[in-house]
T-cell receptor, first 114, second 113 residues
Framework: DTAVSQTPKYLVTQMGNDKSIKCEQNLGHDTMYWYKQDSKKFLKIMFSYNNKELIINETVPNRFSPKSPDKAHLNLHINSLELGDSAVYFC?????????????FGPGTRLTVL | GQQLNQSPQSMFIQEGEDVSMNCTSSSIFNTWLWYKQDPGEGPVLLIALYKAGELTSNGRLTAQFGITRKDSFLNISASIPSDVGIYFCAGLAGGTSYGKLTFGQGTILTVHP
């Protein structure tokens, strides 16, 4: 069973379009994240949700809007896509509370903006 | 913001050799994590460290949490071709488990058979 899954795996779109990436975890974790990995492989946190509430927002442009319908899902909607949005986006989750700090990552979504 | 300096940036080694990489920070972290990323995949957790001075092994991998809380290293012994990939250190400063992970720049490991 896949622990953290993302769809789609690849997304190619034109500048100015709006697109969404979906993430689901079946680990029963309370906290989920979105990370962006640039062309130099640097990983940077974008957002974090704990039990459907936003707890971290790393000064990401407001064209990016995360949505958490329940604690097992965290989706990322991007409006008016720009060339610089091209990257690999990773979803991750962690148990939360006083338990493990170990974050588990999804397989990534490679977004290419033309 | 917090930054992690990971070195070396890349390594080219022969199969069977031992490998060492490290991360240093100007600020204190309470948790250090080491991840490996294969091409086209997400990072996979290798080792988690929670206490200063802690030395933890996972098969051929050994990692240590520096006593100053500002550094960590990862050793891989007797490397094999499937060790190829990008290795990342990550630090967690806060005490809460939903804190923000700061990642190093990664070490690209190439193993020649």
């Amino acid at each position: 069973d896949t622990a953290v899954s993302q769809t789609p795996k690849y997304l190619v779109t034109q500048m100015g379009n709006d697109k969404s990436i979906k993430c689901e975890q079946n680990l029963g974790h309370d906290t989920m994240y979105w990370y962006k990995q640039d062309s130099k492989k640097f990983l940077k946190i974008m957002f974090s949700y704990n039990n459907k509430e936003l707890i971290i927002n790393e000064t990401v442009p407001n064209r990016f809007s995360p949505k958490s319908p329940d604690k097992a899902h965290l989706n990322l909607h991007i409006n008016s896509l720009e060339l610089g949005d091209s990257a690999v986006y990773f979803c991750a989750s962690v148990a939360g509370g006083l338990g493990s700090n170990e974050q588990f990552f999804g397989p990534g979504t490679r977004l290419t903006v033309l | 913001g917090q930054q992690l300096n990971q070195s070396p940036q890349s390594m080219f080694i022969q199969e069977g050799e031992d490998v060492s990489m490290n991360c240093t920070s100007s600020s204190i972290f309470n948790t250090w994590l080491w991840y490996k990323q294969d091409p086209g995949e997400g990072p996979v957790l290798l080792i988690a460290l929670y206490k200063a001075g802690e030395l933890t092994s996972n098969g051929r991998l050994t990692a240590q949490f520096g006593i100053t809380r500002k550094d960590s290293f990862l050793n891989i012994s007797a490397s094999i071709p499937s060790d190829v990939g990008i290795y990342f250190c990550a630090g967690l400063a806060g005490g809460t488990s939903y804190g923000k992970l700061t990642f190093g720049q990664g070490t690209i490991l190439t193993v020649h058979p």
